[in-house]
């Protein structure tokens, strides 16, 4: 017999929510049933995103320093606006009628430029000032902080300078408060991630130039079950966990008799799951000799 060819077996998430329930011992009949499944589809992957590394939802990140700014969004804050050409790097910007506030952290585009974590909320339409140029133009859109409240975490960073990337170390939130004088300017050697609901990056020393980049791999959490007709971002590897652990989450509501079985199995899966889903660098091993010599 002839083998299929193909290795495209993919559910969506209704395949995955019809499983569960076999699992449970139970039948999808309603529309609340699947609307339920999804929820708790959507909770099963904040508890994978507590439990560690997804080596699947890491992504690098390139963030240009700006001379005097040390507190960088963990991702991407994109302003949309009418035009931004006039302003300048590592200027504040102020909202005219929100009274916001934000530096420019990226050469402005015609339309957009970067920013770093607002304090306060632009509103769209408000005219937006520059603080060093005094140049003017108008919010097209609200900005969004999607991207950047979508970190879990940061794993490694480093300074990119001429071509040459250096690594810089992180620390804890204690050490970077006990930095005596945060102003002091350099190359950064030390960085702090802010694990607030929009995270920032710290760096240390505040940067000497405009042409230092910091280059950082950061923890995504995953894309929302938000239909039955979606797919889900994750390798084939992570099918039997993600099933196993939505029977267990359903089984919680709905045939609590099989709660105990069915977490079991998925601690078994999400163990076997997480094993084989990390780093395999190569190892090798070299016998230390002990010499004895006669007195």
Aim: proline share 5%.
């Amino acid at each position: 017999m002839a083998v299929s060819g193909s290795k495209d077996f993919e559910p969506n998430v209704a395949e995955y929510v019809e499983e569960a329930f076999e699992r449970c011992g139970l039948e999808l009949r309603t529309g609340y049933d699947a609307r339920t499944a999804r929820r708790s589809l959507n909770f099963l992957f904040a508890d994978w995103a507590n439990r560690g590394l997804n080596q699947w939802t890491i992504e690098s990140v390139t963030q240009n320093l700006v001379v005097g700014v040390v507190e960088y969004p963990v991702g991407t804050i994109t302003m949309s606006v009418a035009a931004s050409g006039s302003f300048t790097i590592g200027e504040t910007i102020t909202g005219g009628t929100s009274a916001a506030t934000a530096s420019v952290i990226t050469k402005p585009t015609a339309t957009s430029m970067t920013i770093t974590v607002p304090v306060g909320t632009f509103a769209a339409a408000e005219t937006i000032t520059g603080g060093t140029s005094g140049a003017t133009t108008t919010v097209s859109s609200v900005v969004s902080l999607e991207n950047v409240q979508s970190t879990i975490d940061t794993l490694s960073a480093v300074i990119r300078r001429s071509g040459s990337d250096i690594s810089i170390s992180a620390v804890s939130r204690d050490t970077y408060l006990s930095i005596p004088d945060k102003t002091t300017t350099g190359r950064p050697v030390q960085y702090f991630v802010d694990r607030q609901i929009t995270p920032v990056v710290k760096v240390w020393p505040s940067p000497e130039n405009s042409t230092d980049q910091l280059i950082y791999d950061r923890l995504v959490r995953m894309d929302d079950a938000d239909t039955s007709a979606n797919t889900l971002d994750m390798p084939f590897r992570f099918y039997p966990c993600l099933v196993a652990g939505l029977a267990y989450y359903l089984a919680l509501k709905k045939a609590p008799e099989k709660v105990q079985f069915l977490k079991g199995l998925y601690e078994e899966e999400y163990l076997r799951a997480a094993q084989e889903d990390r780093d395999m660098p190569s190892i090798n091993l070299v016998p230390t000799y002990t010499f004895i010599s006669a007195v």
